[in-house]
Every structure is written in structure tokens, then in C-alpha cells.
């Protein structure tokens, strides 16, 4: 059975820290991309961070410097650390994994609320 789940979300003020956590289990986790999607109501989910199995990471450019994701294949875990915020961060941040072939179904968690208050 499949299960990706995130857990950190909470209520900061601006220029704070926040840590998500996404743990994940019931696939190959090694041979998956790794990503944090964020989403605010009314809008599309975006992507902020992705780390592949090399373990380099991309980032949106305006997370650039303030977030930094990382993945530890032994415990099937991505975490990001998110700091400075900004109220503009808050979203529901989501965990996604994504396979190795084209044909790999992709898992999403349920996601996990970040609020920042100037």
C-alpha cells in the first residue's frame, strides 16, 4: 500500500522557519523524483522544489536561497526547510512522488498548511 505523507505545516510569523517533512513507503523510493507543489485557493498547484535521485535539487525562483529541500533515501524521507518567510508562502504544500518510466503512476500526500503573518 502505497503512502506519502507530510507532516510540519503551522502558523509562523514573517522571517521565520519552517520544516516539512514528507515520509513515504510502498514503492521503490531510491528511483523516484521527489517534489513540494504548493497551493493557494483559487489557483493551480505550483511546483517549488524538486530533488532527484542524484540527489540534486531545483527551486522556484522565488524560494531560491530561503528553501532548501533534501531527501534521505534510507528513511524514504524528503524534507524542506523553508526559511525567511514570507506571508506569500502561505499554501498548502504538497508532497508528490514521481516514478522513473513514463508509463510510473505518480503519489501525492495530502498536504500540509503553512500560514506566515506579517
Known amino acids: 500500500q502505497v503512502q506519502v505523507v507530510e507532516s510540519g505545516g503551522g502558523s509562523v510569523q514573517a522571517g521565520g522557519s519552517l520544516t516539512l517533512s514528507c515520509v513515504a513507503s510502498?514503492?521503490?523510493?531510491?528511483?523516484?523524483?521527489m517534489h513540494w507543489y504548493r497551493q493557494t485557493p483559487g489557483e493551480e498547484r505550483e511546483l517549488v522544489a524538486a530533488?532527484?535521485?542524484?540527489?540534486?535539487?531545483n527551486y522556484r525562483e522565488d524560494v531560491r536561497g530561503r528553501f532548501t529541500m533534501a531527501r534521505d533515501d534510507d528513511k524514504n524521507t524528503v524534507t524542506l526547510q523553508m526559511n525567511r518567510l514570507k506571508p506569500t508562502d502561505t499554501a498548502v504544500y504538497y508532497c508528490?512522488?514521481?516514478?522513473?518510466?513514463?508509463?510510473?503512476?505518480?503519489?501525492w500526500g495530502q498536504g500540509t498548511q503553512v500560514i506566515v503573518s506579517s
Open positions: 530533488t532527484y535521485k542524484s540527489g540534486n535539487s
Open positions: 508528490k512522488a514521481q516514478g522513473p518510466y513514463y508509463s510510473s503512476p505518480d503519489y
Open positions: 510502498g514503492f521503490d523510493f531510491r528511483t523516484y523524483t
